[in-house]
């Protein structure tokens, strides 16, 4: 269900955010380390040392969820210094949804939940997850997403 109690959308929808943003904005924020490969200045439209044109709508998620949004879609032109090709092109529209968990809402229905955590400290980066994130929570919010995008795809599309 993509309603809400009261009637209106979970998710709300932002397209029209400045595609101009700072690095902190498009790598710090989202925890990408400073020597990932994403960062490359060939591989993005840098206007100076500290602004750029996003590389990802991702960019606005802190901005977003600082607002105090915990559902969104977001949607815009990206810019990435691609060659073209078949697959490749420097502008392209992408499209991304957020959604934030409580402890509660994300262990509830599982059985010994409330011994369940989102975070922790001390942890280590994974291929699989992020250092403050425990791999329960990972997987739990794994699965929500595909039953998520499961009946999405259903109700667009038909089942």
């Known amino acids: 269900s993509y309603i809400g109690r009261s009637g209106n959308p979970r998710f709300s929808v932002h397209d029209n955010l400045n595609p101009v943003v700072n690095v902190e904005q498009n790598f710090d924020s989202l925890l990408i380390p400073a020597d990932h490969p994403s960062r490359k200045r060939g591989d993005n439209y840098y206007l100076n040392r500290t602004t750029m044109l996003r590389a990802h709508t991702s960019a606005h998620q802190r901005e977003l969820v600082r607002s105090g949004l915990d559902a969104f879609l977001l949607a815009g032109d990206v810019y990435r210094r691609d060659e073209i090709d078949a697959s490749h092109y420097p502008v392209f529209h992408q499209m991304e949804g957020v959604r934030l968990f409580s402890n509660h809402e994300l262990f509830s229905k599982v059985q ?48």
């Open 112 to 159: 010994n939940g409330d011994d369940l955590s989102l975070f922790e400290v001390g942890g280590r980066r994974t291929p699989q997850k992020q250092e403050v994130h425990t791999l329960e929570a990972v997987k739990l919010v794994e699965f929500d997403l595909k039953q998520t995008l499961t009946r999405l795809i259903t109700q667009l599309f038909g089942g």
